[in-house]
């Protein structure tokens, strides 16, 4: 036998289908289809200054869950998890990061992709834009830059100037050139095919292996977006057997 062989440990989980054998041995290989996954889930913040921050909604929670699903079938799971996620459930995975801005996710992605991964899912909302410069109005109508790490409110109404951030979904594929990488759509504005064609044109432009369409655009449930098809999946639980056959596919 093997030195490096570990006898298969069995988990089980209420979880719809996660009763599963796991078998890896002490140098990390993995055998019978198991992956080494990335989640990112929540939201980044950007800041005005030392105390305000531009976020999102986002909870963390469809992203933890997933997580907690992929541990529960014998992926090894790394989860990058927002600092103001407001979810607190359960982290049994083997590894959880936090992160903060934009530019740290990046940078926590960067870091990690030296190491063999097998999937990521990008689940996290990224906060589309950052702050750049920020002027006062003077009583005479003139705009003067301000920076502090407080501004205060006695100096009046403020104009802020918004950039956009670098879209991290983006630069996964060059991060991980040999890995399943499924990005998500979430629209609020829209119809169910607008945001399908939505998530099939990230597909593309991202060379991603598919993407999730949801939101008040989509509707109930989610869309399992590939580049020829979508399928709906009524739940979460649905949602995320569908993930993981996609990438063991």
């Known amino acids: 036998m093997d030195a490096n062989w570990t006898a298969p440990v069995f988990k089980s989980s209420n979880h719809p289908g996660a009763l599963i054998g796991i078998l890896w041995n002490l140098q990390g290989k993995r055998y019978f289809g198991l992956m080494r996954c990335i989640v990112t889930a929540g939201p980044t913040y950007e800041p005005?200054?030392?105390?305000?921050?531009?976020?999102?909604?986002?909870?963390?929670?469809?992203?933890?869950?997933?997580?907690?699903?992929?541990?529960?079938?014998?992926?090894?799971?790394?989860l990058l998890i927002g600092e103001q996620a407001t979810y607190k459930g359960e982290r049994p995975m083997q590894t959880v990061q936090t992160f903060t801005t934009t530019k740290d996710l990046r940078d926590?992605?960067?870091?990690?992709?030296?190491?063999?991964?097998?999937?990521?899912f990008h689940a996290a909302a990224v906060s589309d834009?950052?702050?750049?410069?920020?002027?006062?109005?003077?009583?005479?109508?003139?705009?003067?830059?301000?920076?502090?790490?407080?501004?205060?409110?006695?100096?009046?109404?403020?104009l802020a100037e918004l950039t956009p951030t670098p879209k991290i979904i983006a630069e996964l594929r060059g991060l991980f050139p040999e890995g399943k990488l499924i990005g998500w759509k979430f629209e609020v504005d829209g119809s169910r095919p607008g945001v399908i064609r939505l998530a099939q044109k990230q597909i593309s432009e991202c060379s991603t292996n598919g993407s999730v369409a949801n939101g008040p655009a989509y509707?109930?449930?989610?869309?399992?977006?590939?580049?020829?098809?979508?399928?709906?999946?009524a739940d979460a639980p649905a949602l995320f057997i569908a993930l993981e056959q996609l990438i063991l596919g």
């Open 219 to 233: 509707g109930a449930g989610f869309g399992l977006v590939t580049a020829t098809e979508c399928a709906h999946l």
């Open 108 to 120: 926590r992605l960067r870091a990690i992709s030296a190491e063999q991964v097998d999937a990521v």
């Open 48 to 78: 005005l200054d030392q105390v305000r921050r531009l976020t999102n909604f986002s909870s963390g929670r469809l992203g933890s869950e997933l997580a907690n699903f992929l541990i529960a079938r014998g992926h090894k799971v790394t």
């Open 129 to 158: 834009f950052g702050f750049a410069k920020v002027w006062v109005r003077s009583e005479e109508g003139e705009l003067k830059e301000i920076k502090s790490g407080k501004i205060s409110t006695r100096q009046g109404t403020l």
